[in-house]
């Protein structure tokens, strides 16, 4: 009953680096988001996807990339780190978007705190 | 454009006393989905509650109801008989009919007193 698994859960990271947040869910939702919160603010959407080789942006899409290889696995790329990307990222996943039967509810991992030096 | 407002950064409340945390929201969509998550100090966002806006009658879960009033495009969460557990950041959240969308509020902090 795993759930969304995200890796690493802690990263530090040198300005213009690279690296990829792991996410991989278990529970055969076809709808997987990412989330960065900042603090004091409320998560903002960085991509999202609606199934396997489809992906779209979000409202801060600038400076990651994103992959949907299979159903389970939705990475996240930081290509050449920032200080502005220093953030607490979220991998989230839904069932549906159905609003009547409530299967749109998001299921989150337990967060990956990246910082940018 | 869609808006999710929490007005209360911090709120207070002693131990088995109820507590209304306010939402209101801002969309013009005909159809639309209202969540609560609740953000304890470990990091993990927890799904509290949903409510469609097509329901007529309010959502409850357990000690957790949302107080739905469509004409005030209000969504607030009421925690009933406050446990020290129920400390933590609480987040109100909206969804669009289409669905791949959720705005979140900035979230306020709840602090239960023994």
């Known amino acids: 009953n795993a759930g969304v698994t995200q890796t690493p859960k802690f990263r530090i990271l040198k300005i213009g680096q690279s690296m990829t947040l792991q996410c991989t869910q278990d529970?055969?939702?076809?709808?997987m988001y990412w989330y960065r919160q900042d603090p004091g603010m409320g998560l903002k959407l960085i991509y999202y996807s609606v199934g396997a080789g489809i992906t779209d942006k979000g409202e801060v899409p600038n400076g990651y990339n994103v992959s949907r290889s299979t159903t389970e696995d939705f990475p996240l790329r930081l290509e050449l780190a920032a200080p502005s990307q220093t953030s607490v990222y979220f991998c989230?996943?839904?069932?549906?978007?159905?609003?009547?039967?409530?299967?749109?509810?998001?299921?989150f991992g337990a967060g990956s705190r990246l910082t940018v030096l | 454009a869609q808006k999710i407002t929490q007005t209360q950064p911090g709120m207070f409340v002693q131990e088995k006393e109820a507590v209304t945390l306010d939402c209101t929201y801002d969309?013009?969509?005909?159809?639309?989905?209202l969540f609560w998550y609740k953000q304890p100090s470990s990091g993990e966002m927890i799904f509290l509650i949903y409510q469609g806006s097509y329901d007529q009658q309010n959502a409850t879960e357990g000690r957790y109801s949302l107080n739905f009033q469509k004409a005030r495009k209000s969504a607030n969460l009421v925690i009933s008989a406050s446990q020290l557990g129920d400390s933590a950041m609480y987040f109100c959240?909206?969804?669009?009919?289409?669905?791949?969308?959720?705005?979140f509020g900035t979230g306020t902090s709840l602090t239960v007193i023994p």
């Open positions: 969309t013009s969509d005909p159809s639309y989905g």
């Open positions: 959240a909206m969804s669009r009919d289409t669905g791949n969308q959720f705005y």
């Open positions: 989230a996943s839904s069932r549906s978007w159905s609003l009547v039967t409530g299967a749109n509810v998001l299921t």
């Open positions: 529970m055969n939702h076809n709808y």
